[in-house]
């Protein structure tokens, strides 16, 4: 396909890339719409798929043929993009046709989010003695302080503190590097589902809002920073895990798989392999800062 563009990259992980397309071009994408179309068109007087394509023509329209057109056009060009360019989009881009004239160049744009990037990766290890030496302070008995019982808290639930306040230390100090496009994609699924279980309750968002003496651009605030955050640790133990190689074997897996009710489950538990994989190494990363 013909065309000419020009790329810029943006903060945050981000590419724009500005397309003009020649109206010849914008006609093969239409050619191209119909004939897909016919593949499965019905109408009077033929058999599904067998009608003419002038036939298909005349029932479309001249508006309905424009849309398939833009539609096959913005797919094309958009997948001619990627492999000139070597781009692996994080999740589908943000279109804008922002001229589309009869028998005239079109201009699109497209606004791509990248893979979120960290900039900084904090001391992980100092963060851990930092955290121990605090335990210890707390440990030792002065007069007038009240001394600790250990019985107080089982050795589980004082590892869970001691992840926690690393994990508060090293999340201050990451820098991630993630589009907006992503966060604000989150966000809307995120609100969109959320609407679906407060209709679920029988009130309405004000209602809900009010109950949680919230306003609508202080939750959407809160959830902006939920999604930062849930990335931001998810990258930050990606890093780690490949810093100390923290590794997942088949025997760990078939531990998992070995937990199905029958073979069906086991063998859908095998399919998401990768899913399984990344959970196990998460927790084995999470571990690992909570034995420092």
Avoid: C
């Avoid at 605090?134 to 503190?161: A, F, L, R």
């Avoid at 306003?215 to 809160?222: G, P």
């Amino acid at each position: 396909m013909k065309f000419t563009e020009k790329k810029e990259t943006l903060p945050k992980q981000t590419l724009q890339i500005t397309v003009q397309v020649p109206w010849t071009e914008v006609e093969k994408s239409q050619e191209k719409a119909v004939l897909e179309l016919q593949k499965t068109f019905e109408t009077e007087g033929f058999r599904k798929g067998k009608a003419p394509v002038a036939v298909v023509r005349e029932k479309m329209g001249q508006q309905r043929l424009l849309e398939e057109g833009a539609q096959q056009l913005l797919m094309d060009v958009y997948r001619d993009l990627l492999e000139k360019h070597a781009i692996k989009p994080y999740i589908d881009p943000k279109v804008d046709l922002l001229k589309a004239p009869l028998n005239g160049e079109w201009e699109i744009r497209f606004t791509v989010a990248l893979q979120p990037k960290l900039t900084k990766v904090p001391d992980y290890k100092a963060a851990a003695v930092k955290v121990r030496g605090e335990e210890k302070k707390d440990g030792i008995w002065v007069p007038g302080k009240e001394p600790k019982k250990e019985e107080e808290k089982d050795q589980h639930s004082k590892t869970d503190d001691r992840l926690q306040k690393i994990l508060d230390i090293v999340m201050k100090e990451t820098a991630l590097e993630i589009s907006d496009l992503i966060v604000d994609h989150e966000l809307n699924r995120r609100l969109a589902s959320l609407h679906d279980e407060i209709a679920k309750l029988g009130m309405t968002v004000d209602q809900y809002l009010k109950a949680r003496q919230e306003t609508q651009d202080s939750l959407r605030a809160k959830i902006k920073k939920e999604v930062v955050d849930l990335y931001t640790l998810e990258f930050l133990l990606d890093a780690i895990a490949e810093t100390e190689k923290i590794e997942i074997g088949e025997k760990e897996l078939e531990a998992i798989y070995a937990q199905a009710k029958n073979e069906k489950d086991k063998q859908a538990m095998k399919q998401n392999a990768y899913f399984y994989s990344r959970l196990v190494r998460k927790q084995k990363t999470l571990d690992y800062l909570a034995s420092l």
